[in-house]
């Protein structure tokens, strides 16, 4: 399915100077990144609607109303205007979040109450049952999903070919070269536009291979069942509550990601970059082109 | 002490259940039954793969005297709404008897104190609400599993039934009153007791007195409390609205381990 190199499929003759197209992603790469769009954006609204049924985040095995919470969604009730106003805390810091978090407008009832708004949760309406399937659903088919990602990334010499950083590349100069290009956000082109840059391959290891497996070692480690099979579980990451913790910020991470990663395919070009994701081929632009 | 579940056995069960979450769904208030499927059918993976993860039967963690949480959060009933517990409450719970009925070959009929005299296990470890909050409590009762092997357990029961003395919705005849239920696989683990302390002191009103179910390997809305009356059943869909809990017959999962 996937060549060992980049393959040269087609040479487009008459655009000047030189414009050459690549097969760069692999039918099941390609494949199991929308399957993984899917399942994260569901995962993410879904567990934003089950974090709505307890807005706040702790460290240790228990935590509860009255603990100290590293972070916590609220609202109060401004005394000069008898208007509740969302309250976001952080680490002791204050902010006023009302429209978004804490208090947000809902198209049938107005402004409720609520840690994350009606258009970012899964469901709309508030369903903790609801929520929970949708969770573990998605969390199925993302592990499964993943699964065939990483065992064809193995078998396939993706890993090693595609996202392991080039000796050349992890040169700190050439390091240091590319973090300025990204900072002027210059897009590679020629040449070096063949192979991911050194920091791309970078974030997605990271998301790959830190990441998304925490994302589901400290989901895990929020089931009683699991954690009586796999008690390691509570001592990796120091307690349920702070699995919890860990889930959340580490989804926050991922939405990151997709954010500079979306930022960056239409940076190099979205058409290019959306038609390689589907149909595996990407243009490669001339050095001195336009 | 508990007697060994052979694998046939909570498969067997594990099916009815499952066939039991699968006709269960068509709501079809929220979502499309097509949806429904597939979210029953996340379910059942997880009930399965869960199943297969505690073959061996694992204890959950037990934690030490100091690491029980400072409060512990009350949830559902604080109080139940009845004269009849009131008077019981008055009499210190002296007049309060629990039941054991259903198939089994030798019903029980038990005053507290009679509960308090058979074997002890005391455990300490985490309740998870599915809320996402958790505690740490230290719980005393007696093994559920010795309860069902003294009355006798006939062997077409499948799952047990608990019913409770709080009703949390105002509805006709039973169908507001809190219950729940257990397969076998969870209701003959060592863990599963019924508890009448908590934290070296009886069981407060709030918390379930004086008995309240203690399923450490499931989520909290498992744990019942106000707990009157246990029944031994071969199928749950006759009971309350059919799906086997107060809140699994609105909408939650019948299997709650995650």
């Known amino acids: 399915m996937a060549a060992s190199e980049p393959s040269h499929v087609a040479a487009i003759e008459d655009a000047p ?8 992603h ?27 049924y307890h807005p706040a985040l702790y460290w240790g095995n228990y935590g509860y109303r009255g603990v100290p919470s590293v972070v916590s969604i609220g609202s109060e009730i401004d005394p000069a205007s008898g208007a509740p106003v969302g309250v976001t805390r952080i680490a002791g810091a204050r902010l006023v979040t ?20 009606a258009w970012l949760t899964l469901p709309a309406e508030p369903s903790l049952a609801l929520a929970r399937d949708w969770h573990f659903l998605m969390a199925w088919l993302f592990v499964f999903n993943g699964a065939a990602y990483l065992l064809f990334g193995l078998a396939s010499g993706h890993f090693r070919r595609d996202l392991a950083p080039a000796a050349d590349q992890l040169r700190p100069r050439h390091v240091l070269a590319d973090i300025w290009d990204h900072v002027r956000l210059r897009v590679p082109r020629g040449e070096a536009a063949r192979r991911y840059n050194v920091l791309q391959k970078l974030a997605y290891l990271a998301v790959v291979f830190l990441l998304l497996p925490t994302m589901v070692l400290s989901g895990l480690t929020m089931s009683p069942a699991v954690t009586a099979a796999l008690p390691g579980l ?24 997709v954010l500079v990663h979306v930022f960056e395919v239409f940076l190099a070009g979205a058409v290019n970059g959306m038609r390689s994701m589907i149909t595996g081929r990407y243009a490669i632009k001339p050095e001195d082109g336009p | 002490m508990s007697r060994r579940i052979s694998r046939r056995g909570f498969i067997g069960a594990g099916s009815a259940a499952a066939a039991g979450l699968l006709v269960s769904g068509c ?7 097509s949806i429904r499927g597939l979210l ?23 934690f030490s005297a100091a690491d029980i949480s400072p409060d512990f959060p009350l949830n559902g009933t604080s109080m139940p709404n009845s004269f009849a517990y009131f008077q019981m409450m008055a009499s210190q719970f002296a007049s309060f008897r629990l039941t054991v009925d259903g198939l089994v070959r030798q019903p029980l009929s038990l005053s507290l104190e009679e509960i308090k005299a058979l074997p002890a296990r005391t455990q300490i470890t985490l309740h998870s609400c599915d809320e996402g909050w958790s505690a740490i409590g230290q719980w005393t009762g007696v093994a559920l599993s010795h309860l069902l092997q003294t009355a006798e357990l006939m ?8 019913h409770c003395l709080d009703q949390l919705e105002r509805l006709p005849g039973r169908l507001g009153f809190y219950y729940e239920s257990l397969d076998l696989f969870d209701a003959l683990h060592p863990q599963t007791i019924l508890a009448y302390g908590m934290n070296g002191a009886p069981l407060p009103v709030g918390h379930g007195a004086p008995l309240r179910l203690r399923v ?27 799906l086997g809990g107060f809140w699994e017959d609105r909408g939650y999962q019948w299997y709650a381990g995650l």
């Open chain 1, 17 to 24: 100077p030189r414009r050459e197209v690549i097969y760069r």
């Open chain 1, 26 to 52: 692999a039918l099941l790469v390609r494949l199991t990144h929308w399957i993984n769009v899917l399942c994260l954006a569901l995962l993410l609204m879904s567990g934003l609607q089950l974090f709505n």
């Open chain 1, 98 to 117: 009302t429209g978004v978090l804490g208090v947000s407008y809902d198209p049938e009832r107005g402004m409720v109450r609520r840690a994350f708004p």
């Open chain 1, 234 to 257: 509570l001592d990796l990451f120091g307690g349920r509550q702070s699995a919890r913790t860990i889930h959340f910020l580490v989804a926050n991470l991922l939405v990151l990601f």
């Open chain 2, 27 to 33: 709501d079809g208030v929220l979502e499309p039954p």
């Open chain 2, 40 to 62: 029953d059918f996340g379910q059942l993976l997880s009930l399965h793969a869960q199943r297969l993860l505690l073959s061996a039967q694992p204890l959950a963690r037990e």
């Open chain 2, 155 to 162: 062997p077409n029961a499948r799952y047990i039934v608990f």
């Open chain 2, 216 to 242: 450490e390997r499931q989520i909290g809305y498992k744990n019942a409390k106000y707990v009157t009356r246990i029944e031994a059943v071969d199928r749950l869909d006759h009971l309350g609205r059919g």
